[in-house]
T-cell receptor, first 114, second 109 residues
Framework: DTAVSQTPKYLVTQMGNDKSIKCEQN?????MYWYKQDSKKFLKIMFS???????INETVPNRFSPKSPDKAHLNLHINSLELGDSAVYFC?????????????FGPGTRLLVL | GQNIDQPTEMTATEGAIVQINCTYQ??????LFWYQQHAGEAPTFLSY??LDGLEEKGRFSSFLSRSKGYSYLLLKELQMKDSASYLC??????????WGAGTKLIIKP
């Protein structure tokens, strides 16, 4: 009965490769997010999706592209991976955007680019 | 710019009380959240404050002073399982969460 799930949990790849991380939530929430947590532990918002529309894009390089086939899924596709992309990526969801809502986080995907 | 400050690391003894402070400067304010994050795991929600004062929830309490841009998380009767990072986050006027770097709490027997 996992609320927010992500796959894979670990991802090790070479520079220049293209990879995807999948996220699914079964909470019936309307808004999903992608965060990047770097080595200094800061959580930085990358994208928010509300009813399949991109709401926030925090100056993330266009090598990163979110894809939402439906409101329960928000996948993250990364092109031409760079060393600096190594981090933990968290997916999260909340009931809505524009209201004060608690965000529920997935377990994270640990990406290591060699 | 927007800024959330909290201590990097704190150490406390099992059974004791610890207070983790958070100061913030954000464009607008729609509430302050505290999340707990165990090593290698996802953040989990602990508390939410939008009005001044103390919110108590079991062994954990959270305090807010909007005029001072200040909050603290108070943990009582510390247990070893409380060893984790505690993240302070403020929701700004755009309903975007601005996160602090977290305070790593180490509990010693």
């Amino acid at each position: 009965d996992t609320a927010v799930s992500q796959t894979p949990k670990y991802l090790v790849t070479q520079m220049g490769n293209d990879k995807s991380i999948k996220c699914e939530q079964n909470l019936g929430h309307d808004t999903m997010y992608w965060y990047k947590q770097d080595s200094k532990k800061f959580l930085k918002i990358m994208f928010s999706y509300n009813n399949k529309e991109l709401i926030i894009n925090e100056t993330v390089p266009n090598r990163f592209s979110p894809k939402s086939p439906d409101k329960a899924h928000l996948n993250l596709h990364i092109n031409s991976l760079e060393l600096g992309d190594s981090a933990v990526y968290f997916c999260a969801s909340s009931q809505d955007l524009g209201l004060v809502e608690t965000q529920y986080f997935g377990p994270g995907t640990r990406l290591l680019v060699l | 710019g927007q800024n959330i400050d909290q201590p990097t690391e704190m150490t406390a003894t099992e059974g004791a009380i610890v207070q983790i402070n958070c100061t913030y400067q954000t464009s607008g304010f729609n509430g302050l959240f505290w999340y707990q994050q165990h090593a290698g795991e996802a953040p989990t929600f602990l508390s939410y404050n939008v009005l001044d004062g103390l919110e108590e929830k079991g062994r954990f309490s959270s305090f807010l002073s909007r005029s001072k841009g200040y909050s603290y998380l108070l943990l009582k009767e510390l247990q070893m399982k409380d060893s984790a990072s505690y993240l302070c986050a403020v929701m700004d006027s755009n309903y975007q969460l601005i996160w602090g770097a977290g305070t790593k709490l180490i509990i010693k027997p």
